[in-house]
């Protein structure tokens, strides 16, 4: 079956730096998004990555190892803003998108 | 600004109930989806619609049907509510196919069925 995981909950600190976890188990990869969702909000999207490596946006960056099926979303200088919860989804080979469940992230003062 | 608006944010509704929510995006978008999410599991995919008066089904369409008469609008009904279908649903849209677009996602519909 098709797996994505991703750790439930972290907690960080205001200023701080975050690394959110996202590992996949599907059947082929055609991508991979991350998007950012406030309580009570609408998802929006934060990055999209096809090849290996680390794509930089401002504050928050996003990497890609496809050979270890594996993702990371780091987000720097951590601002109380930035507690949501952030999912990560997969393109597979019928370029179906496949959801994690999300992590969700509390920023503490 | 992008905007993807859904016509109930909160609704309350019996068992056999029937039950639409409505979908409305203003960036000339083809293509429309409608999700559920659960706590504890990914979006998953109930609908979605590539054109006007096309529709396809996603991983869990049963129990559900969708309208889209117009580029604009897209309908998610439950002919006949049920429990089980107590969810917060998610319209999403995109220019592209979902798989390399980004999604516009509306704020949500939460359902409670009773």
């Known amino acids: 079956g098709q797996n994505i995981d991703q750790p439930t909950e972290m907690t960080a600190t205001e200023g701080a730096i975050v690394q959110i976890n996202c590992t996949y188990q599907t059947s082929g990869f055609n991508g991979l998004f991350w998007y950012q969702q406030h309580a009570g909000e609408a998802p929006t999207f934060l990055s999209y990555n096809v090849l290996d490596g680390l794509e930089e946006k401002g504050r928050f960056s996003s990497f890609l190892s496809r050979s270890k099926g594996y993702s990371y979303l780091l987000l720097k200088e951590l601002q109380m803003k930035d507690s949501a919860s952030y999912l990560c989804a997969v393109v597979d080979s019928n370029y179906q998108l496949i959801w994690g469940a999300g992590t969700k992230l509390i920023i503490k003062p | 600004d992008v905007k993807v608006t859904q016509s109930s944010r909160y609704l309350v509704k019996r068992t056999g109930e029937k039950v639409f929510l409505e979908c409305v995006q203003d960036?000339?978008?083809?293509?429309m989806f409608w999700y559920r999410q659960d706590p504890g599991l990914g979006l998953r995919l109930i609908y979605f619609s590539y054109d006007v008066k096309m529709k396809e089904k996603g991983d869990i369409p049963e129990g559900y049907s969708v309208s889209r008469e117009k580029k604009e609008r897209f309908s998610l009904i439950l002919e006949s509510a049920s429990t089980n279908q107590t969810s917060m649903y998610l319209c999403?849209?995109?220019?592209?196919?979902?798989?390399?677009?980004?999604?516009?996602f509306g704020e949500g519909s939460r359902l409670t069925v009773l």
């Open positions: 960036m000339d978008h083809e293509n």
């Open positions: 999403a849209s995109t220019s592209g196919k979902a798989d390399t677009g980004e999604l516009f």
